[in-house]
């Protein structure tokens, strides 16, 4: 278990390495500058510029100092908004992206578990048709479909939920309606197939035949092992939450951190777009981390090759 946990982290770490580096020269790839949009600047003014913020440097020097001042935790100033720090950026506004991300992985899995396996114990029959048409819609359907439907018809025309902001409890249920109704369409597709397949193992007809009741044998044998697909989706489901929060934080206008990534693209404002991508990496490879751990605890079986 130690071993596995410690080549996992060991992984984790060369995985960061590699996005830092990667999002580093990729980005001064990028034909043009950050002070390109400056009205009327000056080469001179220009020039003094780079120099206060290191970028007339070698670009390999310019690498190793961002490479030190990552790994003590200074992402840089930002080039855009003067005197704020990239790393206060994403401090004041990523809680609010995760707020709405968490309460809408909570939805998702308190929704898409229980009734991928209602529909899996009711194989064949009209409720079963029913939820594989309701889960086949939510991965079909982007995400931002579901926002501009709900806009329309609960904000517009019903007038009952608010359309933008997030200063009360209303505010919240049409972006985590939007945010969770792929992962909740996912996870029950995949707690249904799960479900149908550990319902035809040899063990869990022995525990029929021992006399068993359905509760005992359901909860106790099945959904340990049919939660296993669903544990390792998790990972990945918790990213594209977070990630896919850009988009409907944009449409209902709300004050986390997508919305500051959009404009930081479109300001070019080079060191909170890295900031942000290697903060939002590191994120996503940590939890994939954490996942893969709970499944071997979940699995002693499983093993890093």
Not at 77 to 103: D, E, H, W
Not at 159 to 187: D, E, N, Q
């Amino acid at each position: 278990m130690v071993k596995y946990i410690l080549k996992r982290i060991g992984l984790a770490i060369i995985t960061i390495f590699t996005v830092l580096t990667i999002t580093f020269f990729l980005m001064n790839m990028v034909p043009g500058g950050p002070f390109m949009s400056e009205k009327a600047i000056s080469q001179e003014a220009q020039a003094a510029l780079e120099a206060k913020y290191g970028m007339d440097k070698p670009l390999i020097q310019q690498y190793f100092t961002y490479l030190g001042d990552a790994l003590h935790g200074d992402l840089g100033m930002s080039l855009k908004q003067r005197g704020r720090s990239v790393t206060s950026i994403i401090t004041s506004r990523f809680p609010v992206s995760a707020k709405v991300g968490g309460i809408s992985i909570l939805v998702s899995l308190l929704i898409g578990i229980p009734l991928g396996c209602f529909a899996a114990l009711h194989r064949g029959k009209a409720i079963d048709s029913i939820i594989s048409v309701i889960a086949t819609c939510g991965i079909a359907v982007p995400s931002f479909v579901i926002c501009t439907l709900l806009l329309y018809f609960f904000g517009v025309n019903l007038k009952l939920l608010p359309t933008f902001g997030l200063t009360s409890w209303k505010h919240y249920i049409m972006p985590v309606i939007s945010l969770s109704f792929y992962p909740t369409a996912y996870i029950m597709r995949l707690m249904r197939s799960s479900m149908l397949d550990v319902l035809g193992q040899d063990y869990m007809r022995t525990a029929k035949a021992k006399g068993l009741s359905q509760f005992v044998s359901l909860f106790k044998h099945a959904l340990r092992n049919a939660l296993l697909p669903v544990i390792t989706y998790v990972g990945p489901m918790m990213a594209y939450t977070l990630v896919g929060s850009f988009v409907v934080e944009k449409i209902f206008t709300i004050p986390g951190l997508g919305g500051e990534f959009i404009k930081s693209i479109t300001s070019r404002d080079y060191t909170v777009i890295m900031g942000t991508t290697i903060f939002l990496a590191t994120l996503m490879i940590v939890l994939n981390m954490v996942v893969d751990i709970i499944y071997k605890i979940v699995d002693p079986r499983i093993k890093l090759s």
